[in-house]
T-cell receptor, first 112, second 110 residues
């Protein structure tokens, strides 16, 4: 099994729908992150969490929310999806500051 | 504001033709510089972390080097399986996130 598992792998949804992307990890890391990747814009941080009671906004958090249900689980929600949220979404974990990230395989989200 | 610029955007090489990818960065005190490899449809895979100028790390045909302003990823005698997008990221002291460059898409032709 993968260290960081994201579900679903692909999703097509309609404008205005609420959608949740899920992430679970077996690394035992406290730190978890959600990034989105767009062509020409690179990876941008949406939210991050350093433990179950710690949630922080990243650079592009508007229109998104997160929930850290357990050390191993971190989900991302789009409250009312819009077409410009069409992107590749990655969850990542890290052991601590200065440590590399372990990424999941991503969720390709299309909002029509 | 911390910034990372990678060049070139895309690079095509013949198998066995060595070259280098560049990552220029501006950061308020470098905590670490990271290199990742990303295959199409997959998440980035961690390659190296460099912490201080002059440091070098190697893995198979890849060698990463670091100066105070930039990092190079040298690829020696590449093979088609080295084809991927290579991402560079930096983390500043006191920052909680990595700042990524846009990547270099490398294609190795047999």
């Amino acid at each position: 099994d993968a260290d960081v598992t994201q579900t679903p792998r692909n999703r097509i949804t309609k404008t205005g729908k609420r959608i949740m992307l899920e992430c679970s990890q077996t690394k035992g890391h406290d730190r978890m992150y959600w990034y989105r990747q767009d062509p020409g814009l690179g990876l941008r941080l949406i939210y991050y969490s350093f433990d179950v009671k710690d949630i922080n906004k990243g650079e592009i958090s508007d229109g998104y929310s997160v929930s850290r249900q357990a050390q191993a689980k971190f989900s991302l929600s789009l409250e009312s999806a819009i077409p410009n949220q069409t992107a590749l979404y990655f969850c990542a974990t890290s052991e601590g500051t200065g440590a590399g990230y372990t990424f999941g395989s991503g969720t390709r989200l299309t909002v029509v | 504001e911390d910034q990372v610029t990678q060049s070139p955007e895309a690079l095509r090489l013949q198998e066995g033709e060595s070259s280098s990818l560049n990552c220029s960065y501006t950061v308020s005190g470098l905590r670490g510089l990271f290199w990742y490899r990303q295959d199409p449809g997959k998440g980035p895979e961690f390659l190296f972390t460099l912490y201080s100028a002059g440091e070098e790390k190697e893995k198979e045909r890849l060698k990463a080097t670091l100066t105070k302003k930039e990092s190079f990823l040298h690829i020696t005698a590449p093979k088609p399986e080295d084809s991927a997008t290579y991402l560079c990221a930096v983390q500043a002291w006191g920052a909680q996130k990595l700042v990524f460059g846009q990547g270099t898409r490398l294609t190795i032709n047999p």
